[in-house]
């Protein structure tokens, strides 16, 4: 990972930590990219930070969409 791109994302985990984000959809189609994230990630989140690693973005879409519809679920049964 280049010096300037390792900076950035440093910068946004900061930023996400500081915000509160409790859980991360990562996708890295090259496994070997999550050692250098997941030492970062130890530095950078606070521990009740969820990180999840998908290969595609077909795969993190698929599982967005399924969260949106267990939350709209959600949202009709406390209107019921």
């Known amino acids: 990972m280049e010096l300037a791109v390792k900076d950035e994302i440093k910068k946004a ?44 973005r077909e795969e993190a879409l698929a599982r967005l969409r399924n969260e949106k519809k267990i939350a709209l679920a959600g949202d009709s049964r406390d209107n019921d």
Do not use: C, H, W
């Open 13 to 56: 985990m900061g930023l996400f930590n500081a915000r509160g984000v409790t859980e991360i959809l990562r996708v890295l189609p090259d496994p070997d990219m999550d050692i250098g994230l997941n030492i970062m990630s130890r530095s950078r989140y606070s521990q009740d930070v969820k990180i999840l690693t998908l290969r595609s």
